[in-house]
């Protein structure tokens, strides 16, 4: 089967679906496996970290590879990917409220104003949430496609909050291998898109 | 490594014990990776024999000791301690050793001695992550001199009634019940007295988030999290609301009158 018939095979969504959900299913089994190590909080803390950052990756890379291996179909499967990586952050958020907070809000809310880099990763779950609110065809009607689309660049500012809370959880221990990587990835995916818009000619009155 | 019930007051919690599965594979070593995992893993190249422990600097007897000399300086004691890590999490720990006094005794401070600094090694050959920009190596640890003559204060060669495993600081560490966990310095190779207060690895590394003292305070918080609560590893399950943490781990009675009149949260 060709690359852009198996992507738009009837199975190819579910079974990404089911993909996605892998992450997800692993640390719930952990949990009752008790697979987590010896701090599972820390771990699920971090783990739901990760996978928001990676998924955010994920998704940022789906037009990049669609225009460069000329894979239309891949298109179908952003939506999807992108509210992922939004299952993936409200998880790491109810890990933060849960286990380190015991879901006393007031202390959290306490909590996030007092400490910057929880401030933005918050701030970047907020961003997130009217981005995946709008995701549905009614929302992206009702917008019209220029508001959705200039609403839906905010992903370039939550990107970069996100980066910037990971390396400020790193700070402290001047551990910045791994954000450098996530940071050089998104940074190529918002620098295709950056390269890609300076090349298209302005569309205007075409010279005859 | 038998060691005897201690004497010295607050030496022996009555709170459950630690697991050593936990105890000894999440651990923070950073020679061996940043990972709590990685400790455990790597940590089997580390070579403990031979070992010698350089003391000098402001003492009267400066000498050098072989682990042997070390193991017999004084009769070993059982100590359970809360372990308190910076990072939000506890553990209880039997550790094995002596009082850190007794060594000191033995090598005479001079009169103006006002710090012991403590360096662990740094062997890039055994060590895979010495090199690494996380800290600057060697790992560097200082106590203020009646910290470090506090009887409480130890100079450790054994857990659970074995000698040390290497993950965990082998074959001699110095373990401070009351001051976070990083503060007790693992696989000591020199003890310096000096007349200043000593650089410490962390303090260097971000000075406005682990300062000199780091005693163990529930009412100042870490600059990225609180220090008002703890996660006790093994006993406090995920669900479960995180302990409050106890002024000086606990030890506020034994330890309180060293910082008499300090301003503790300048001298965090």
């Known amino acids: 089967m060709k690359p852009a018939k198996a992507l738009l095979h009837p199975a190819a969504k579910p079974v990404l679906f089911a993909l996605c959900l892998l992450p997800f299913a692993w640390l719930v089994f952990g949990i009752f496996a008790d697979k987590l190590g010896a701090n599972p909080a820390e771990y699920l803390e971090r783990s739901t970290g990760d996978w928001t950052l990676r998924f955010l990756c994920i998704t940022l890379a789906v037009t990049p590879l669609r225009v460069m291996a000329n894979l239309p179909p891949l298109a179908r499967f952003r939506r999807m990917l992108g509210l992922f990586t939004y299952f993936y952050v409200v998880l790491h958020f109810l890990c933060y409220a849960w286990f380190d907070m015991g879901f006393d809000w007031a202390e959290t809310a306490k909590?996030?104003?007092?400490?910057?880099?929880?401030?933005?990763?918050?701030?970047?779950?907020?961003?997130?949430?009217?981005?995946?609110?709008?995701?549905?065809?009614?929302?992206?009607?009702?917008?019209?496609?220029?508001?959705?689309?200039?609403?839906?660049?905010?992903?370039?500012?939550?990107?970069?909050?996100?980066?910037?809370?990971?390396?400020?959880?790193?700070?402290?221990?001047?551990?910045?291998?791994?954000?450098?990587?996530?940071?050089?990835?998104?940074?190529?995916?918002?620098?295709?898109?950056?390269?890609?818009?300076?090349?298209?000619?302005?569309?205007?009155?075409?010279?005859? | 490594l038998p060691g005897a019930k201690s004497t010295v007051a607050g030496a022996t919690t009555m709170e459950k014990i630690t697991e050593y599965k936990d105890a000894t594979s999440y651990n923070n070593f950073y020679e061996f990776g940043t990972g709590k995992e990685d400790p455990a893993q790597n940590a089997h190249t580390l070579k403990t024999k031979p070992w010698t422990v350089e003391v000098e600097g402001l003492v009267k007897k400066p000498a050098k000791y072989t682990l042997e000399d070390l193991l017999k300086l004084s009769p070993q004691e059982e100590r359970i301690y809360r372990l308190r890590c910076v990072e939000g999490w506890s553990m209880v720990i039997p550790w094995v050793g002596y009082s850190m006094s007794k060594l000191i005794e033995k090598v005479e401070p001079q009169g103006n001695a006002k710090f012991v600094e403590f360096v662990t090694l740094a062997d890039k050959a055994t060590m895979p992550y010495v090199g690494s920009r996380v800290l600057d190596w060697p790992y560097v640890e200082g106590l203020r001199m009646d910290e470090a003559m506090h009887p409480l204060t130890l100079l450790s060669f054994g857990m659970y009634g074995e000698v040390l495993p290497n993950q965990n600081g082998a074959p001699v560490r110095l373990v401070v019940p009351w001051k976070y966990g990083f503060k007790s310095a693992k696989s000591l190779v020199k003890i310096r007295f000096t007349d200043k207060e000593p650089r410490t690895a962390w303090n260097k590394a971000a000075s406005h988030e682990y300062g000199f003292y780091s005693n163990v305070n529930p009412n100042v918080d870490h600059p990225r999290w609180s220090q008002a609560t703890e996660r006790r590893i093994g006993e406090d399950g995920l669900f479960a609301k995180k302990r409050k943490t106890l002024m000086f781990n606990g030890y506020e009675q034994q330890v309180g009158q060293l910082y008499a009149g300090m301003d503790l949260k300048k001298n965090y």
């Open chain 1, 111 to 208: 909590d996030i104003a007092k400490r910057p880099f929880i401030l933005v990763g918050f701030a970047a779950f907020l961003l997130l949430t009217p981005l995946a609110a709008t995701s549905f065809n009614r929302a992206v009607k009702a917008l019209g496609a220029k508001r959705w689309q200039a609403l839906h660049k905010l992903v370039y500012v939550i990107a970069g909050l996100g980066i910037l809370h990971f390396f400020w959880m790193r700070a402290g221990k001047n551990n910045f291998a791994e954000v450098f990587v996530y940071a050089a990835i998104l940074g190529v995916l918002l620098g295709w898109r950056l390269v890609r818009r300076l090349r298209t000619p302005v569309k205007g009155p075409a010279f005859p």
